[in-house]
Structure formats: structure tokens, C-alpha cells
């Protein structure tokens, strides 16, 4: 929200003083830089489709394994958009009904021994 208002503050201020921001394919390219960068690392506790549901792998207890991708991600994700919807969904049942899951990000997936067999014998996505 906060960024949001900002830009809506900047484009009020710009239209205030009669000035136009001049927008070309450098501005493009900034920001697809920045959006890759930004989505290839920020982490899943900062997209709020997860809210209060992000249980990271710990004590060895068997648990479902939910496969997570951030929900901005649209074109060029590998998870489907509605899948992260109906992950979420899942994932409130299963916390509503104490089954034991935790959550991975898609991104961990590609160091070995990202999943133990004995820690997550199911996996979801």
C-alpha cells in the first residue's frame, strides 16, 4: 500500500507543477530489471497470499510438503497461478485441522538434498 501511494503522491505532485515524467525504453528495462532481481529473491514471507501459513521444514516430524511460488510471479512462473490459490486454501485446512505440513519454496528445490524422503513423504504443488 505504502508504495502504492507513493507513486500516486508522485503523479499528483508531477501534475501540480504541469510537469510530465518522460517514460521510454530505458524506464522499461530498469524496471524489468529490478522486478527480476526483486521477485528472484525476495522471500515467500513477504507475499501476503501466505499470510500466517509458511511453516519452514524443521524437526525431522513427517509433515505434508507444500511446493510454494510467489503469487506475483505471472508469466515465466513454473506453478500455476490458481494452484496458488488453491495451495493456500489447502494450507488454512490443513492449519485449521492441525495435519502437520511445511512449506518450500520452489527456488530451494534446486540444491540437492533440498527434500528428505522421511521428512516429506508427500509433496504438493
Known amino acids: 500500500i505504502t508504495e502504492a501511494m507513493d507513486v500516486i503522491y508522485s503523479a499528483w505532485r508531477l501534475a501540480k507543477h504541469k510537469n510530465s515524467p ?42 505434508i510438503g507444500v511446493v510454494l ?25 490443513m492449519k485449521a485441522n492441525k495435519i502437520p505440513y511445511h512449506t518450500i519454496d520452489l527456488r530451494s528445490l534446486n540444491s540437492p538434498n533440498a527434500l528428505s524422503p522421511r521428512q516429506t513423504p508427500i509433496l504438493v504443488s
Open 22 to 63: 518522460i517514460i521510454d525504453d530505458r524506464v522499461f528495462y530498469r524496471a524489468d530489471k529490478f522486478k527480476k532481481e526483486y521477485f528472484s529473491q525476495a522471500p515467500l514471507s513477504d507475499d501476503s497470499i501466505y499470510n500466517s501459513l509458511l511453516i519452514p521444514i524443521h524437526d525431522g516430524t513427517p509433515a
Open 69 to 93: 511460488e510467489r503469487s506475483e510471479l505471472m508469466m515465466g512462473s513454473r506453478l500455476s497461478f490458481g494452484g496458488r490459490l488453491i495451495m493456500s486454501a489447502a494450507m488454512r485446512t
